[in-house]
């Protein structure tokens, strides 16, 4: 070889070597430099040889990690700071800060999620930020909170007697994946549901797949040679995008007298020509328009999909196991119905509104189990939160609902008990706890927008089947020893539930 060539690009190579160590360098001095608490983290390698052997059973042995944190506050890394650097938090206090207190600097979820779920999620609802957010979530909100949406409403009937007791059904811990899904949306019954369910599935898992790697050059290599789960995850968004753009067409033909759901009053306000329609003017062209829109109602589907029959299928397990609480949601749903306690008609809202039992019992439920068990942010700037916790601008800040249902601090001694009676006072009424408490469904202004509709759907369901069935589970539940459950996007029985 040329000796004046290897003069030339013996020098540059020395020198892009030096840049690359003084940057990784810097990156590790970032995450080193600050008094947080770090628990089993190794100076050069951080938590990923923790991370990589607990990380089948990552939200307990996060539980107890927060829990022996001082403050119930952490910092976690990865390799010289690569990949990952930030902190994570049981802290009530510090879960106020972050979504309340200071949420301008914490209203990115940051390029480590809109990076896994962009390609599914594009600029929907889950992802986006400032104006656009606040004015489609303003139009959601009113659509949410929509009587026209619910079942039919009637007026509550008078108190009486409990009805005898019904007569047991049987359930097994194992996969059912023909349950159907409380965010169903139409598509004539020809087998196109099933398909795009369990394409939106396997999408969803494969995108929060992308969160657990280590680095993103790996899933992001996959993309571009288009192999693996990354052909996968290609595939089944495109099976997605046209049954939901199909969806989307259906409803656009149909007129208000015809159809009165959600995604028809939603896509009418998005649609609005006159000067008033703040969102649609947001949007240069209809193209931009039924993209966006798209790509809300995927987020809908996945706001609304899995979380409220996650929680149910805990609550029915809970059930089981605790006879005395059964008994009780039992008496409560049926007492309602008086001596009507036979008619088969659905539960309305009023009815549902005077069920406090029910409503501590699935509280109660997603305190054990959250149908989201982590949720994360980005910080904006540099920060510190109220326990003295250094926050770095571009570090993720979590906050885990899961870990904070379990905090002795917070709930007591029996935290890890299943106990409805703690939400209600002394008269038997539902008391519920600040957001930044119980942050299942968050808190702050990014507040889940469909929490008083997941509770009606919940409710309903259950006091339906309650009011109908003895729930009992195969092999048998016992309080002390709860079924294993899969960390995903939602916090699923592993298994579920299904009838034998």
């Known amino acids: 070889m040329d000796s004046s060539y290897l003069h030339l690009v013996l020098p540059a190579a020395a020198a892009a070597v030096g840049v690359a160590v003084v940057l990784l360098l810097s990156l590790w001095r970032r995450c080193q430099t600050t008094s947080n608490h770090r628990p089993q983290a190794n100076p050069i390698l951080g938590n990923l040889v923790a991370f990589l052997a607990n990380g089948h059973r990552f939200l307990d042995w996060s539980t107890g990690l927060l829990a022996a944190a001082p403050a119930s506050t952490m910092q976690v890394h990865g390799p010289l700071g690569l990949g990952y650097c930030g902190v994570a938090t049981a802290s009530p206090d510090a879960v106020e800060h972050m979504l309340r207190a200071s949420f301008h600097n914490y209203v990115d979820k940051g390029d480590r999620v809109r990076d896994a779920f962009a390609d599914l999620l594009g600029d929907g609802l889950f992802l986006t930020n400032g104006r656009l957010y606040m004015e489609a979530a303003a139009e959601a909100r009113v659509v949410l909170l929509l009587p026209a949406l619910a079942p039919p409403l009637r007026r509550p009937r008078r108190l009486g007697p409990a009805a005898p007791p019904p007569p047991a059904r049987r359930v097994r811990r194992g996969r059912d994946d023909s349950s159907p899904s409380s965010s169903r949306l139409e598509a004539g019954g020809d087998g196109r549901d099933d398909a795009f369910f369990a394409a939106f599935d396997d999408a969803v898992d494969i995108s929060f797949g992308r969160i657990l790697h280590p680095t993103t050059l790996v899933w992001k290599a996959m993309k571009l040679l288009d192999v693996g789960s990354e052909r996968r995850l290609r595939q089944a968004i495109g099976v997605v995008d046209e049954y ?110 005077q069920m406090h039992y029910l409503h501590a019992a699935i509280t109660e439920t997603m305190r054990l189990y959250p149908p989201v068990p982590l949720a994360s942010r980005v910080a904006a700037a540099d920060d510190v939160l109220p326990d003295g916790t250094v926050v770095r601008a571009g570090w993720f800040a979590d906050y885990s609902s899961y870990a904070m249902g379990r905090m002795p601090q917070l709930w007591g001694r029996d935290c890890g008990e299943f106990r409805p009676e703690r939400w209600l006072d002394g008269g038997g009424k539902f008391v519920a706890v600040d957001a930044a408490r119980y942050p299942v469904f968050h808190a702050g202004p990014r507040s889940c927008l469909g929490k008083e509709m997941a509770y009606v759907q919940m409710k309903a369901v259950a006091a339906a089947v309650v009011r109908r069935f003895s729930v009992e589970v195969v092999p048998a539940a016992t309080a002390n020893a709860p079924p294993p459950h899969e960390t995903a996007v939602t916090l699923r029985m592993k298994g579920g539930l299904r009838e034998v």
């Open 244 to 353: 939901v753009t199909a969806i989307m067409e259906s409803k656009q033909r149909c007129s208000d007298e015809e159809e009165s759901n959600l995604l028809s009053r939603f896509t009418a306000a998005m649609m609005e020509e006159d000067g008033g329609n703040e969102l649609g003017a947001m949007f240069d062209s209809p193209e931009a328009k039924r993209r966006f829109l798209r790509d809300t109602v995927k987020t809908f589907v996945l706001a609304g999909k899995d979380t409220t029959s996650s929680a149910l299928t805990w609550l029915f397990w809970f059930l089981a196991a605790n006879p005395e609480c059964e008994r009780r949601v039992y008496e409560e749903v049926t007492a309602l119905r008086g001596d009507t306690a036979g008619d088969e008609r659905d539960d309305g809202y009023e009815e549902l509104k």
